[in-house]
C-alpha cells in the first residue's frame, strides 16, 4: 500500500512517515496541496493524509480533486482547527475520516489500519465509475443492468428513496450494493445532507461504539479532543452501514437503542445527541442463519429489515453482462490510454457462460488485465486470461451433493486468483524485460509487495533478470 503524507509542517512529515514506514507502507510526502496532487497524478496512491491548512491548495480542494480524479484513492484530514461543522463539510465532501492535532501515534495507526483494511474489503466489492445521466438504455441511477430482476430493485428504489424507512441491502460480495445505498440517498429529499459511509468489518470490535457515537475528551487513552461520531456527522442525512453483520453483539443493542429512539450519548460523555438519520444497512450474509447462531440479535434485524432489496449475483443477470463489459472497457480506456472498441461474439460468449464467482469486481478485474496486455481494437477470445477460456460454466460448477462445498469453492477461488496473479506477473516482467522494479509500476504495487508476491508464487528465477541494467535494488 502506498500512503502520501501532504503537510507544510517538516516535523509532521518526517513523525509521520516515519512511523508508517516502519508499519510496513510505501511513503511519500508533499509540503503543500499542489504538490500532493502532482504526485497522485503520477503515481498509484491508495491512501492520503492530507492537512486541512496548507500553501497552494488547502486539504478540502485537495480532497474534492482527489475524489473527483481518484475515486478509489481514500483521504483523512488531519488538522488542529478542528469543529464539527468542518468534520461534517469533510466527510460529506467524500473524506474517509478527520483527526485532530495533537493526536496519538496510536490513534492514526489505528485510522491507517481502518482506512487500509476498508481498501481491501473494497476491492473485493464493486468499485464502478458511475455513467453520465441519471437514466440512459444501460440502467438507471447511475447502475448498470437492464435485465429484469435489476429492473425489480430500481422500482423499489423508485418507491423507498424518499422515505425515511430503514433499508436492508443483501446480496453476495461485489454486487453493487454500495451502488445501490448511494441511489436511495441521491433519490431522496436528503440528497443535499451528508452521506456517510461505514465499513463494520473494518472497525475494531472495541472501537466500534467510539466511531459510531463519538467521544469526549479524555474518555480513554490517547483521547485528546471530543470527536463527533458518525451517527452525529449523518445529522440531517443518511447513513450507511457496510457490512452490519460484523457489529459486536454487546454494541447491537446500544446500535438497536439509538436507531428507535433516534438519540445516544458518546463515550465517556452524559449530554444525550439526538439526531434525525436515516439508516441504510448492507450484508452479504444471511442474516436469519446467523440469528439461528445466536450471532445477530432478532430485534435488530425486524428493525433494519423494514424494506429488503436483494441484489443478485452477475450469473444470474448475464443479459447485463456485455453492459458492464463495453462499460469497463471504456473506463480502461481513458486509464490505460488504449483505444480498445468492442469484444468479438466469442469472447462475449466466453463471458456470459463464466459463472463468476467473485461477481461484477471479477469482471472488472478480468477487463482491466485483458485490456493491459491487447494489442488490438478488438478483444478476441484468444485476448482473454487463459483460465477463463477453460472455465467451466455456471451448470459446470464443482458440487458436492448436489450443492457447492464451501470448501471446495475456497479453493477453486484461492488457485484461480494464484492463476490469474501469476500470469499477471509474468506477462508485467515480459514487458519490461525482466525488470522487477518497472513491472510493479505497470502493476500498480510496490516493489517489496511484487517479490513477497513472486516468492509467494515461486517466481523469485525472474526478480534478478534485468535488474542491473538500470540500478535497481
Given at each position: ?375 488490438s481494437n478488438i478483444i478476441r477470445i484468444e485476448d482473454l486470461p ?88
Amino acid at each position: 500500500m502506498r500512503i502520501l503524507i501532504a503537510d507544510d509542517e517538516v516535523n509532521m512529515r518526517k513523525v509521520l512517515k516515519a512511523m508508517l514506514v516502519r508499519e510496513g507502507y510505501d511513503v511519500l510526502v508533499a509540503e503543500d496541496g499542489e504538490r500532493a496532487l502532482h504526485l497522485i497524478r503520477e503515481k498509484a496512491i491508495d491512501l492520503l493524509i492530507t492537512d486541512l491548512r496548507m500553501p497552494r491548495r488547502d486539504g478540502l480542494s485537495l480532497l474534492d480533486c482527489v475524489r473527483a480524479e481518484f475515486p478509489d484513492t481514500l483521504v483523512i484530514l488531519i488538522t488542529a482547527h478542528g469543529t464539527v461543522d468542518s468534520a461534517v463539510s469533510a466527510l460529506r465532501r467524500g473524506a474517509f475520516d478527520y483527526i485532530l492535532k495533537p493526536f496519538d501515534q496510536d490513534e492514526m495507526k489505528l485510522v491507517v489500519n481502518k482506512a487500509i483494511k476498508t481498501l481491501e474489503l473494497n476491492r473485493t466489492n464493486i468499485r464502478s465509475e458511475p455513467v453520465s445521466v441519471l437514466q440512459t438504455p444501460e440502467g438507471r441511477y447511475e447502475i448498470i443492468g437492464r435485465s429484469p430482476k435489476m429492473a425489480e430493485v430500481y422500482q423499489i428504489i423508485a418507491k423507498v428513496a424518499d422515505t425515511p424507512s430503514t433499508v436492508l441491502i443483501t446480496g453476495e460480495s461485489g454486487t453493487g450494493k454500495e451502488l445501490i445505498a448511494t441511489a436511495l440517498h441521491e433519490q431522496s429529499s436528503r440528497k443535499n445532507g451528508p452521506f456517510i459511509k461505514i465499513n463494520c468489518a473494518a472497525i475494531p470490535k472495541n472501537l466500534m461504539e467510539s466511531e459510531l457515537f463519538g467521544y469526549e475528551r479524555g474518555a480513554f487513552t490517547g483521547a485528546v479532543a471530543s470527536k463527533p461520531g458518525r451517527f452525529e456527522l449523518a445529522d440531517g442525512g443518511t447513513l450507511f452501514l457496510d457490512e452490519i453483520a460484523e457489529i459486536p453483539a454487546e454494541m447491537q443493542v446500544k446500535l438497536l437503542r439509538a436507531l428507535q429512539e433516534s438519540e445516544f450519548e458518546r463515550v465517556g460523555g452524559i449530554k444525550t445527541i439526538r439526531v434525525n438519520v436515516r439508516i441504510i444497512t448492507a450484508t452479504n450474509r444471511d442474516l436469519r442463519r446467523e440469528i439461528e447462531l445466536g450471532n445477530f440479535r432478532e430485534d435488530l434485524f425486524f428493525r433494519l429489515n423494514v424494506v429488503p432489496i436483494h441484489l443478485p449475483a452477475l450469473r444470474e443477470r448475464t443479459e447485463d453482462i456485455e453492459l458492464l463489459a463495453q462499460h469497463f472497457v471504456q473506463k480502461y480506456n481513458k486509464r490505460l490510454k488504449k483505444q480498445v472498441e468492442n469484444f468479438s461474439a466469442e469472447a462475449l460468449n466466453c463471458l456470459r457462460q463464466c459463472p463468476w464467482q467473485g461477481n461484477i469486481r471479477e469482471l472488472e478485474n478480468v477487463v482491466e488485465r485483458t485490456l493491459l496486455f491487447c494489442d488490438s481494437n478488438i478483444i478476441r477470445i484468444e485476448d482473454l486470461p487463459e483460465e477463463l477460456r477453460g472455465r467451466p460454466s455456471q451448470t459446470k460448477t464443482a458440487e458436492v451433493g448436489g450443492a457447492i462445498s464451501p470448501l471446495s469453492m475456497k479453493e477453486i477461488v484461492r488457485q484461480k486468483t494464484s492463476i490469474i496473479e501469476r500470469d499477471l506477473i509474468v506477462k508485467a516482467l515480459e514487458e519490461t524485460q525482466g525488470n522487477v522494479t518497472r513491472a510493479a509500476q505497470l502493476l500498480k504495487i510496490s516493489r517489496k509487495g511484487l517479490q513477497l508476491k513472486m516468492k509467494e508464487l515461486d517466481l523469485r528465477g525472474n526478480d534478478d533478470r534485468g535488474e542491473d541494467s538500470n540500478g535497481d535494488e
